[in-house]
């Protein structure tokens, strides 16, 4: 019995094969070129048959699905946040010892001041050629600081711009998230009233040919709509710098009104209209 099933699942490996050799085989040939339409065609009638209803709330799981999705991007902006700060406050360090380094050679240079084989640092007396000595030693190592701290404060400035950039982000996704959801609403409550008209007229016409006759006209409606909206699209596609110039002034200013409209000053907008 096993050696029967593995020589089963070795013609069945086998025919597998073929079906995928000859479709690449097809490919770029004539028959493939039909195959591939005819695959289109059974692609879109099914399509055509989902229900409304089913394709919203498949909208709305995929919707739910891209916000899980955001999480890991809050995790690594999170992460580019801790690491960032992290860097940051290595910066300061850093300005900070420059600061006390370079009060030190500031004293130890003011002492020098003078020919004398003694001097006084903080207090102390030292050999002037050892004071001498030490302040070429810390210049040396303040100025390989000094560039140490250019080179991280500009590291620092690309960090925080990378920072920035992925925060605007997150927060566009957001936004975008939003406006598909009232969207979705709005999709749902236009079926909702859809499937409330066509049950009314369902209910005054008993005849299976009314009904028939209903859904190729909405079929025809919807095919007419969908010939508007390519055109509509295929017009913006082609507009130009200047038209879409254009076209970006318009939408601004309809934000604009909306804004001056909705969060304006009421009393403002009151003594306007006096």
Same mark, same amino acid.
Request: charged letters at 35%; proline letters at 1%; glycine letters at 2%.
């Given at each position: 019995?096993?050696?029967?099933? #593995?020589?089963?699942?070795?013609?069945?490996?086998?025919?597998?094969?073929?079906?995928?050799?000859?479709?690449?085989?097809?490919?770029?040939?004539?028959?493939?070129?039909?195959?591939?339409?005819?695959?289109?065609?059974?692609?879109?009638?099914?399509?055509?048959?989902?229900?409304?209803?089913?394709?919203?709330?498949?909208?709305?799981?995929?919707?739910?699905?891209?916000?899980?999705?955001?999480?890991?991007?809050?995790?690594?902006?999170?992460?580019? @946040?801790?690491?960032?700060?992290?860097?940051?406050?290595?910066?300061?360090?850093?300005?900070?010892?420059?600061? +006390?380094?370079?009060?030190?050679?500031?004293?130890?240079?003011?002492?020098?001041?003078?020919?004398?084989?003694?001097? @006084?640092?903080?207090?102390?007396?030292?050999?002037?050629?050892?004071?001498?000595? &030490?302040?070429?030693?810390?210049?040396?190592?303040?100025?390989?600081?000094?560039?140490?701290?250019?080179?991280?404060?500009?590291?620092?400035?690309?960090?925080?711009?990378?920072?920035?950039?992925?925060?605007?982000?997150?927060?566009?996704?957001?936004?975008?998230?939003? &406006?598909?959801?009232?969207?979705?609403?709005?999709?749902? @409550?236009?079926?909702?009233? +859809?499937?409330?008209? &066509?049950?009314?007229?369902?209910?005054?016409?008993?005849?299976?040919?009314?009904?028939?006759?209903?859904?190729?006209?909405?079929?025809?409606?919807?095919?007419?709509?969908?010939?508007?909206? @390519?055109?509509?699209?295929?017009?913006?596609?082609?507009?130009?710098?200047?038209?879409? #110039?254009?076209?970006?002034?318009?939408?601004?200013?309809?934000?604009?009104?909306?804004?001056?409209?909705?969060?304006?000053?009421?009393?403002?907008?009151?003594?306007?209209?006096?």
């Amino acid at each position: 019995m096993v050696k029967g099933f #593995s020589i089963m699942c070795k013609k069945v490996l086998i025919a597998t094969l073929a079906v995928v050799v000859g479709l690449t085989v097809i490919k770029g040939t004539w028959i493939g070129s039909h195959l591939r339409m005819r695959f289109n065609k059974a692609s879109c009638w099914v399509k055509d048959r989902v229900p409304p209803e089913q394709e919203i709330a498949r909208l709305r799981m995929e919707l739910d699905n891209l916000s899980k999705e955001d999480d890991k991007y809050f995790d690594q902006v999170a992460r580019q @946040t801790t690491k960032v700060n992290k860097y940051e406050r290595s910066v300061i360090a850093l300005k900070k010892d420059l600061a +006390e380094q370079e009060v030190s050679i500031r004293e130890m240079k003011t002492a020098l001041v003078g020919d004398a084989d003694q001097v @006084t640092v903080r207090g102390a007396r030292y050999d002037r050629s050892a004071v001498l000595e &030490q302040v070429r030693l810390d210049a040396r190592a303040f100025q390989a600081d000094e560039e140490t701290l250019k080179s991280k404060e500009e590291h620092l400035k690309a960090m925080k711009k990378s920072l920035a950039i992925n925060k605007k982000k997150l927060n566009d996704l957001k936004v975008v998230r939003e &406006q598909m959801a009232t969207e979705l609403q709005k999709l749902e @409550t236009a079926l909702a009233e +859809e499937r409330q008209i &066509q049950a009314e007229q369902n209910s005054t016409l008993d005849d299976a040919a009314y009904q028939e006759l209903r859904k190729s006209l909405d079929a025809v409606k919807d095919k007419i709509d969908v010939m508007k909206e @390519t055109r509509k699209l295929k017009r913006e596609a082609s507009n130009g710098p200047v038209r879409a #110039s254009q076209i970006q002034r318009e939408q601004d200013n309809k934000v604009d009104k909306y804004l001056e409209t909705r969060f304006g000053d009421k009393k403002e907008v009151v003594s306007e209209k006096k």
